[in-house]
């Protein structure tokens, strides 16, 4: 993995992130507002140490949007 994104690849991804933020709002009144985890749920489900390496901001879109 690069240490930086280029220019490009910054306005690439910022619109992306800006498309899901909206996507978000727009379907907002459909999210619970409270929380649906069990006390512990999230814990229990992080790795026991971080990773060695870092992902790419693909993976961290994919993780967050599941596309």
């Known amino acids: 993995m690069r240490g930086h994104m280029t220019p490009d690849e910054f306005r690439r991804h910022g619109r992306q992130v800006i498309d899901w933020i909206a996507a978000y709002q727009e379907k907002i009144e459909s999210y619970p507002v409270r929380s ?8 229990d489900a992080l790795p026991q140490s971080p990773p060695e390496t870092g ?6 879109l994919t993780t967050w949007t599941g596309c």
């Open 36 to 43: 649906q985890a069990a006390p512990g749920e999230v814990l």
């Open 55 to 60: 992902e790419g901001f693909e993976g961290v």
